[in-house]
């Protein structure tokens, strides 16, 4: 079979593709995997453009144990456990708060600052105590939708049935909604933006319970560490792949995916093909477009994206040994970027493990949410592209020496990734770098992984699995060939011990 793209989920698909006698071949169009998982070296520096942190930190869980089957990690050694989640810091006023694994804590801190929000702020802590427990990287996604019974889907209701009044009614408003009720703005921003205001207020309830329940973790060897370890079991298994190769169509016969034509003309066959790439330029470029209908069409339309982001790494010759790994800044002075006036930055220190930057060095990631129009415009012109980049760090150094006094004359390294630099290298629609938000309609919406009309083709990655993720991505490559092997009367094989 042939693989669009070497991300998490074509790297997954591969795997599994091996595992089940298919003979894969990866054809990735940057000259290295891991797609928006990404990392890359300056100056000494290994810099982490992707994963933050992972769901699922033991072993014996079903995401633990895949990610230890697709060599995400050797061992819990791999998951450093988050005790905190990060600080929010108000620049206007300089009151701060810090989330970690005592939530109790966080409604009292919260509620000093507005006593009026404690009632609300319990609710959401209760909604996230009573979600403790529950195995959101995997709960849903062990089997595909598509091959699950009616009894399986019973057993998986059965499963969440002590959490099931977190996933009707109020609990499956957007968090912006549910923080309307809030009357101080301060507290507003801080669970707004402890994920996404336009996911589910359940799902921040879920990810909070995680983090009381010791389930979110760093991934200690990085992004690179993780996509190393993928790309290694996938080609101790003979798997293939071909970087630097773009995938410019999906060919077809009488409504059967039969291979693929590459940028460079060379044609390549297949039985099936799996894209594992981006959702949009898969259907509406490499396949014309000429296997659809109203629902996919509708989707591509109507599904808001993740907004893109300028992404500045500096290296800074000190260590932060206090400091939480997150925090998030309301800043005082907005930063104009094209036509938005940017109100937070998120600061995240790469100090809880070695290896990002050398000895008494810190890697320093700075993430400013802006508008792909303004930077797809901007690189067309070389000189003023760069100077624009230049600016928005000038300004970025500015706010971070507010936060920590002194580091702006600590910097020996800068890097600027823009949401054009996302699209250059993943070809991720206007830099979407985890494609749909996950709102209350689209995370709850299982997405077809075939396409009407079209045979031996399956989706995989996050664009099937709206919100993305790591785990999502991971399960949708063994899906696809789940799916495959039904496809073709096969036995699916799951893990090397079965
Ligand atoms: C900054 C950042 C932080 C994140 N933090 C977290 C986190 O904390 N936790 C978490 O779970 N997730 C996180 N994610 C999301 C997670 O990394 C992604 O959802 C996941 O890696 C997506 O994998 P994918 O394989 O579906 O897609 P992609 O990574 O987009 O892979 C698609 C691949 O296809 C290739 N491709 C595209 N078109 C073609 C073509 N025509 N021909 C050949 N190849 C092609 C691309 O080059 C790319 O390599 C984060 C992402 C980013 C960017």
């Not at 801080?190 to 996404?196: A, E, R």
């Not at 200690?220 to 995938?247: H, K």
């Not at 000895?359 to 320093?364: A, H």
Request: aromatic share 10%.
């Amino acid at each position: 079979m042939i693989i669009v793209g070497a991300g998490l989920a074509g790297l997954s698909a591969g795997y599994y593709a091996r595992m089940n006698g298919y003979r894969a071949q990866i054809f990735e169009h940057h000259s290295k995997p891991g797609g928006v998982a990404a990392s890359w070296d300056r100056q000494g520096y290994a810099i982490d453009g992707g994963i933050h942190f992972l769901m699922g930190c033991r072993s014996g869980q079903p995401i633990f144990e895949l990610y230890r089957e697709l060599g995400v990690v050797e061992s819990e050694a791999d998951i450093i456990p988050m005790s905190t989640y990060g600080r929010a810091l108000d620049q206007r006023d300089g009151r701060a708060v810090v989330a970690t694994r005592d939530l109790g804590r966080l409604v009292d801190d919260l509620a000093s600052v507005s006593p009026r929000d404690r009632g609300s702020l319990e609710k959401l802590i209760g909604a996230a105590r009573a979600l403790q427990g529950l195995d959101m990287a995997s709960a849903g996604l062990e089997r595909p939708p598509e091959l699950m019974s009616g009894r399986e889907k019973l057993k998986q209701m059965w499963g969440l049935r002590g959490a099931g009044r977190y996933f009707s009614g109020q609990w499956v408003r957007p968090v912006s909604e549910f923080t309307k009720d809030l009357h101080d703005p301060w507290v507003r921003w801080v669970i707004d933006n402890l994920f996404l205001p336009e996911v589910p207020v359940w799902f921040v309830a879920a990810l909070l319970g995680l983090l009381a329940d010791g389930q979110l973790g760093m991934p200690a060897r990085g992004s690179r560490g993780i996509v190393a370890g993928m790309q290694s079991r996938y080609l101790e298994r003979d798997g293939e792949v071909t970087f630097g190769a773009t995938v410019e169509e999906i060919l077809t016969d009488h409504g059967r995916a039969v291979g693929v034509r590459l940028a460079d003309g060379s044609i390549h066959r297949s039985d099936a093909v799996i894209s594992a790439a981006d959702g949009r330029s898969t259907i509406f470029t490499l396949l014309r477009g000429r296997f659809l209908d109203r629902r996919v069409a509708e989707r591509y339309e109507k599904w808001a994206l993740f907004r893109p982001m300028v992404l500045i790494h500096l290296g800074v010759a000190r260590d932060f040994p206090d400091d939480p790994p997150l925090t998030m800044v309301r800043l005082d002075k907005p930063i104009d970027i094209g036509s938005e006036s940017i109100q937070g930055m998120f600061i995240r220190l790469f100090n809880y493990a070695p290896g990002f930057a050398p000895v008494g060095r810190s890697l320093v990631q700075v993430e400013l949410e802006t508008d792909w129009d303004h930077w797809n415009l901007l690189h067309a012109e070389p000189h003023a592209y760069q100077a624009e980049k230049d600016r928005v760090l000038a300004e970025v150094l500015v706010r971070l020496e507010a936060v920590y006094p002194g580091v702006s004359s600590q910097v020996d390294m800068t890097d600027v990734a823009t949401p054009y630099t996302t699209w250059r290298y993943t070809l991720n629609h206007r830099g979407a770098y985890e494609a749909f938000l996950p709102t209350p309609e689209t995370i709850t919406t299982a997405v077809d992984r075939t396409l009407p009309g079209l045979q031996g083709f399956f989706m995989a990655g996050q664009w099937v699995m709206p919100g993305g993720g790591v785990p999502p991505a991971l399960f949708s490559g063994r899906h696809a060939v789940e799916l495959l092997c039904h496809w073709d009367g096969r036995p699916f094989v799951r893990s090397r011990t079965e």
